[in-house]
C-alpha cells in the first residue's frame, strides 16, 4: 500500500479528522506504519478514544482504497494528498488541514487571486441578488470565486461568476453523501437532461442536490417532490418544488412520478424507495446502493449499473415503448 492509499483509507475510518491525523503522524511517522499498528498502539495517543483505536485497526471494514481511487477516476477526479504540490498552499497553512482532496478540473497559477464568498443557505431575495453580482463582477475583474457550494448565497455567487465567464472553485466534503457519490450523482443528472427527460427527486441535499445540478447545468427540468411545505427546502437547482407535509411518506410519490428510478449509495429511505418502486415493478438501476436479493436471486427488476453513462442508458431503455 502506498501512501496516498493509506491516506484514503484513514480519511475513510469513522471519528478520524485532521488534527488527530497530524498526531499520529508525529507519533508513526507515516500513514502506512499507522494502518499497522495495534490498537493498544493507537490508544496511546494523547487525544485518541479507544474506539477510535479500534476503528483505525479496522480499517478494512470501512475502507477500500483501490476502489475508492478507481470511482474517483472514473468520474474525471483524481485524489491528491497535503505532500502533492497540486496541494493548495495556503490550504497547508491552517490549523486542520484536509488530509485527502478530491478534485475534478485544475487549479492554474491565477487562482491565487481569489476572493472567498460565504454567508447564509436560507438568503433574502436581496441577499441572493446581491451574491449574484458579486460573484459576476469580480468574475469579471480576473478574480476566482471560492465557496463551500452550499445553498444560498454560495450558490448565488458562482451564478454570477459563471454568468461573467469566469472560473469558479468548489470544495465540497462529505456530507449525506461521499464527494464520489456527489459526482456520480451529478454525472446522471446531466445525462438524463441531455437526453431530454425530467428528473425527479426528493429535492433535498446529498445525492438529490448533485443530480439536480448536473441536470440544470445541461438545461434540463428538475422536479422535487418535498416532505415539508416550504418550498424554501428545496435544494437551489430544483426548478419545480412540491412541497407534500408527508415527511417520508413522500417517497412513494417520488417513485410513482417515475417510469425509472436510478438509485446512487443511500441509507434506509433510499431502501424504502427502492421496495415501494420493486413492489410496482418500476424499474431500478442501481449505483453502490443496496442490492436485493431474495432466495439468492437479485430482484427482477433491480439491474446493478457500473457507471452513471450505463444507468442512464438502461433507465431510458426500460421506458421505452
Known amino acids: ?3 496516498l492509499e493509506a491516506c484514503i483509507a484513514l480519511n475513510m475510518v469513522p471519528q478520524m479528522g485532521p488534527v488527530r491525523l497530524r498526531r499520529l503522524l508525529d507519533a508513526f511517522g507515516s500513514a502506512e506504519k499507522i494502518l ?6 493507537l490508544a496511546a495517543i494523547p487525544g485518541l478514544s479507544r474506539a477510535l483505536a ?3 485497526a479496522r480499517w478494512e471494514d470501512f475502507a477500500d482504497p483501490t476502489t475508492e481511487l478507481k470511482k474517483a477516476a472514473d468520474l474525471g477526479a483524481r485524489v491528491i494528498t497535503a505532500e502533492d504540490e497540486e496541494y493548495p498552499a495556503a490550504l497547508r497553512e491552517i490549523h486542520d488541514p484536509p488530509m485527502v482532496l478530491y478534485i475534478r478540473g485544475s487549479l492554474l497559477p491565477r487562482d491565487r487571486q481569489a476572493l472567498a464568498v460565504v454567508g447564509s ?3 433574502s431575495h436581496y441577499a441572493l441578488e446581491s451574491a449574484k453580482k458579486l460573484g459576476f463582477q469580480t468574475a469579471y475583474a480576473g478574480l476566482t470565486v471560492v465557496s463551500g457550494l452550499a445553498r444560498g448565497i454560495d450558490t448565488a455567487a458562482h451564478q454570477g461568476a459563471l454568468a461573467a465567464k469566469g472560473r469558479t472553485i468548489a470544495v465540497i466534503g462529505a456530507g449525506r453523501c461521499s464527494p464520489a457519490e456527489a459526482a456520480l450523482a451529478e454525472e446522471v443528472g446531466r445525462l438524463i437532461a441531455q437526453a431530454g427527460a425530467t428528473l425527479v427527486c426528493g429535492g433535498l441535499g446529498g445525492v438529490m442536490e448533485a443530480a439536480c445540478r448536473g441536470a440544470r447545468s445541461a438545461g434540463g427540468l428538475t422536479v422535487g417532490i418535498l416532505p415539508g411545505l416550504d418550498r424554501a427546502g ?3 437547482w430544483v426548478e419545480l418544488a412540491l412541497p407534500t407535509g408527508l415527511g417520508e411518506t413522500r417517497n412513494t410519490l417520488v417513485v410513482r412520478a417515475a417510469q425509472a428510478v436510478i438509485a446512487i449509495g443511500g441509507e434506509y429511505g433510499t431502501l424504502s424507495e427502492i421496495g415501494f418502486a420493486l413492489r410496482t415493478r ?5 449505483l453502490g446502493t443496496w442490492q436485493l436479493a431474495r432466495h439468492g436471486r437479485l430482484e427482477t427488476h433491480f439491474h446493478a449499473a457500473l457507471d452513471a453513462a450505463e444507468a442512464v442508458r438502461l433507465a431510458l431503455a426500460s421506458t421505452a415503448g
Open 1 to 3: 500500500m502506498n501512501h
Open 36 to 41: 499497522l499498528a495495534r490498537p493498544d498502539q
Open 54 to 56: 479500534e476503528n483505525i
Open 121 to 123: 443557505r436560507k438568503a
Open 234 to 236: 428545496a435544494n437551489p
Open 282 to 286: 418500476t424499474p431500478v438501476f442501481g
